[in-house]
């Protein structure tokens, strides 16, 4: 009897009948706890009164739902009410592969790019031991995240033709040949051995595939008959046509072999030949998008789930016996490994693909730090062109986008390569995490909140409040399988708030899962929704039981490694895959940097003080100090304000307030340092004695962060960068004397950062983006509309000398440029020449400030990286959790 709205079955309430078939009825049901739709597959009474049918379908089921792909729909539950037994699976809009043929066939990329992702589900299944039997159009769905295989793996629990039934004969019905009760399409896609009740593998997925293919792009089945004799006659003896181009017909022909020795081994070999094939296809004049890109489909005409469009729900059994259901997969070890770091290179971040295949790696080789793609199972890691200064990479579920930080942009790159998308603006992003929805949520900047941004780029908007954590900075973010809920870290908050928060993307609700700790990853077990939170503690790689479904700890913590390294911002270093693949870096790993000074040919003339993970600096006006930006090496505190002497290399700290203090600039007459102060949830302006004495002013306070960039030579005005959402931040003037009212001196469309004014104080050198990169400009000020470009191939950090002589930039390559001025009645700038390439230590942030000149130009302080002294490599385990057993 169907079941009416309003139903409860366990925790699901009914809401509308999708479909029925012989298996039973499908339901749109919500999940009442997680607050989710899901659909809901009530069994037939004839089936559920079998108890060997029942048993099986219970250990079958089980197995199935371990399976986590993306381009697999997701078993989520089983159950038992009142007589009633059902299967709830992750509910899909789209239309089902069969649906869309019958309106014409796919363009070849698009047949090519859908059978790339279902060769890639069959490759994890089969990895798993499962074998899905019942491969077909109807069983796979088309979304806008591409391909979803249905049914995978219960096309054993469908009931068997009458064995009595001889296939000659078989009455003849229409294209799908059906009979009562069984289920006959599904011949025209079975292997020969199949067909024969031979033994069968993996393999006979394979042969599906490739009729499956041919039809992708035919439109037309690729074993046809007008009775199920002829069907069969036609898989044992004949080849389908030819089909285009010749790279495609090659696939689809070796998955069509007669003999499974013939045809592709494995699923994964499929899928890489897919992937050349998608290359051939590709003409010069239209290139293709890259395979790893979802082919658009059709508007959905109706909201579906795993069924066909028929009205089919579960693979019912063909005429020659049981398909049996293969649980076979190995022993399960823990194996571990060391990757290096690129090539004379040391690694700055990490992170392992969602399916453990492939290791994305933020890393600084040669003086310039990019991301580089090393699949696990090769032994050379490849740069990727166009993302310079890549920082805290992430990825996309199915394993197929990079996200990334870099050039003041939150930006996406295809694995497979091509040029990176900009998705929107973050100044200095601090972690970010990609959930099923194509939703990304990120850290734009140093401080302050989390927001959230579709991975097709647009407008960001709020996803946390940091007034939600007592005033903490939040940072590191990671999507929990709902998709809906994820993990996050507050730190510099109230001491008794700092920790681990939970938030989801439709609640303001906001809870602490665990105090005191860094930042943290989930990794599933084998039950999906039990597995375990890995963070860092006391030096330590700990790991503690967390169920994802109810959203809580369930046991205490263990250790899983010593001496994982802990960033000055409190991210652990390690990253770990779905399938448990987890790496992880041991302490003393590249947080480090040195203070040198070096002449204008790039010789290094001192080394300051000892290696620390100093971040900004600011020399003193007489050249005997410098205020260094510095945080903890293991995240014990925030950054801090320290001074140094450069005679002695003495250092003392300056700044005390738990919350960061960044930005050091000095007043001209050396009495004072001004900084930026994340002490009320944002930056604010404050100014302190530069002999330490007295208390901390606060200097200017607004609802924007504000960073100081200047304070003219006069000491009349101070220049700082404000950050905002409409203009993507802009360049403001404070008055030091008068009625000390803030007016904007560069306020566009387009972001002005690191403003410096010139010793005259009638120029101002800044850094914009209007032209798609940041370069080197000079303004008047105030400014009158007229401007000068100064570099000509990107640059960031301009800085005058004493005299106003020469301007000194970094260019993006990390070498010093110089220009020459004249700034008489009007401004002119020689061309840039190089003076010597340099080891700065990043070029990413608005804040950053990397170097200082002499007054009269002939020495040069910088932060310097210390790569290649510490190439420490990376640490992997595979099956992390069988590691603990042994």
Not at 395 to 402: C, E, N
Not at 477 to 490: I, K, N, Q, S, T
Not at 571 to 576: E, G, R
Not at 670 to 682: D, E, L, P, T, W
Request: aromatic content about 8%; some cysteine.
């Amino acid at each position: 009897m169907p079941l009416s709205a309003g139903t409860h079955l366990g925790p699901y309430e009914i809401l509308a009948p999708i479909g029925a078939g012989g298996m039973g009825e499908v339901y749109r049901a919500r999940d009442t706890r997680l607050d989710r739709i899901v659909a809901l597959k009530v069994l037939s009474a004839a089936l559920a009164r079998q108890p060997e049918f029942r048993q099986r379908f219970e250990r079958e089921a089980r197995a199935v739902s371990s399976l986590n792909h993306p381009h697999i729909c997701a078993l989520y539950d089983i159950g038992h009410q009142d007589g009633i037994d059902f299967l709830v699976m992750e509910y899909l809009e789209g239309e089902t592969l069969s649906a869309r043929l019958a309106k014409g066939a796919l363009k070849t990329e698009q047949a090519i790019e859908y059978g790339i992702q279902v060769a890639d589900a069959l490759a994890l299944a089969h990895k798993q031991g499962v074998f899905h039997r019942d491969l077909k159009p109807a069983n796979i769905m088309l979304t806008q995240a591409g391909a979803k295989l249905l049914d995978f793996g219960l096309a054993k629990l469908a009931i068997p033709a009458p064995a009595s039934v001889a296939l000659s004969a078989m009455p003849t019905q229409g294209a799908s040949l059906t009979v009562a009760g069984t289920i006959l399409g599904t011949f025209q896609y079975m292997a020969p051995e199949q067909v024969e009740g031979k033994e069968t593998d993996g393999r006979a997925d394979l042969f599906a595939f490739g009729a499956v293919l041919y039809e992708m792009v035919t439109a037309k089945k690729a074993f046809e008959g007008k009775s199920h004799a002829s069907v069969v006659a036609a898989i044992l003896d004949r080849d389908p046509p030819d089909i285009s181009p010749p790279a495609l017909d090659r696939v689809m022909k070796r998955c069509l072999a007669k003999s499974p020795e013939d045809r592709w081994q494995t699923a994964r070999d499929l899928m890489l030949e897919l992937k050349w094939a998608l290359a051939s296809a590709t003409t010069p004049e239209q290139p293709a998008a890259p395979a790893t890109v979802p082919a658009p489909v059709a508007a959905p005409r109706r909201p579906i789930a795993w069924i066909a469009a028929t009205g089919v729900l579960l693979a019912a059994a063909v005429t020659l016996g049981v398909i049996h259901f293969r649980e076979a997969p190995p022993e399960a070890r823990a194996l571990r490994f060391l990757i290096a770091p690129p090539p004379k290179g040391t690694l700055h971040t990490f992170n392992i693909s969602p399916d453990g295949r492939y290791l994305a790696m933020a890393a600084i080789a040669e003086g310039k730090r990019q991301l580089w793609l090393r699949p696990l199972d090769s032994l050379e890691p490849q740069a990727m062109p166009g993302t310079d200064e890549a920082q805290y990479p992430f990825w996309s579920p199915d394993s197929r986008y990079i996200g990334f930080f870099a050039q003041g942009k939150l930006k996406k790159v295809a694995a497979t390569g091509g040029p990176p998308q900009s998705l929107c603006d973050a100044s200095d992003g601090r972690g970010g995490t990609w959930n099923q929805d194509g939703v990304i949520v990120f850290s734009p900047d140093p401080a302050g909140a989390l927001y959230r941004v579709s991975a097709e780029g647009g407008e960001r908007s709020p996803a946390t409040a940091v007034d939600a954590t007592g005033g903490g900075i939040h940072r590191f973010p990671e999507f929990l399988p709902d998709g809906r809920h994820f993990l996050f870290l507050a730190t510099r908050a109230q001491a008794e708030k700092t920790g681990i928060y939970l938030a989801a993307l439709d609640s303001k609700d906001i809870r602490r899962l665990l105090a005191d700790a860094s930042s943290a990853s989930y990794s599933p077990g084998p039950k999906r929704q039990s597995g375990h939170l890995l963070f860092a503690r006391e030096n330590s790689l700990v790991a503690q039981p967390f169920n994802a479904a109810r959203l809580q700890m369930t046991g205490d913590l263990f250790p899983v490694a010593e001496q994982i390294n802990l960033t000055n911002l409190n991210h652990a270093d390690l990253s770990v895959s779905l399938n448990g693949t987890l790496g992880y870096l041991t302490g003393g790993s590249g947080a480090q940097n040195r203070l040198a000074w070096f002449d204008r040919d790039g010789k290094q003339l001192a080394m300051i003080g000892k290696p620390d993970p100093y971040t900004n600096l600011a020399l003193s006006p007489d050249e005997k100090r410098v205020a260094v930006q510095r945080g903890e090496s293991r995240g014990g505190a925030a950054w801090d304000i320290w001074m140094l002497e450069l005679a002695r290399g003495a250092e003392s700290r300056f700044t005390f307030d738990p919350n960061p203090d960044i930005s050091p600039i000095w007043s001209p007459d050396g009495s004072r340092v001004v900084f930026a102060s994340a002490r009320k949830g944002r930056y604010d302006i404050y100014q302190k004695l530069s002999s330490g004495a007295g208390k901390d002013e606060l200097v200017l306070e607004s609802s924007e962060s504000k960073i100081p960039s200047d304070i003219s030579r006069d000491g009349r005005f101070l220049l700082y960068w404000i950050g905002t959402g409409k203009t993507r931040g802009d360049l403001w003037a404070l008055p030091l004397s008068g009625d000390r009212k803030p007016f904007p001196y560069l306020q566009t469309e387009f972001e002005e950062v690191q403003g410096r004014f010139s010793p005259d104080g009638r120029w101002v050198a800044y850094i914009s983006d209007e032209t798609g990169r940041r370069e080197v400009y000079v303004q008047p000020f105030p400014a009158s509309g007229a401007k000068w470009q100064i570099s000509t191939a990107g640059g960031v950090q301009p800085r005058w000398r004493g005299d106003g002589k020469e301007l000194f930039f970094l260019a993006t390559d990390r070498k010093l440029m110089v220009v020459t001025v004249q700034a008489r009645a009007s401004f002119e700038a020689s061309v840039p020449r190089a003076l010597f390439e340099t080891r700065a230590a990043g070029l990413s942030s608005p804040s950053s400030n990397l170097y200082d000149p002499s007054l009269d130009g002939r020495r040069f302080l910088f932060i310097t990286s210390t790569e290649g002294s510490a190439a420490t490599p990376l640490t992997v385990v595979v099956n992390w959790r069988e590691g603990l057993k042994r």
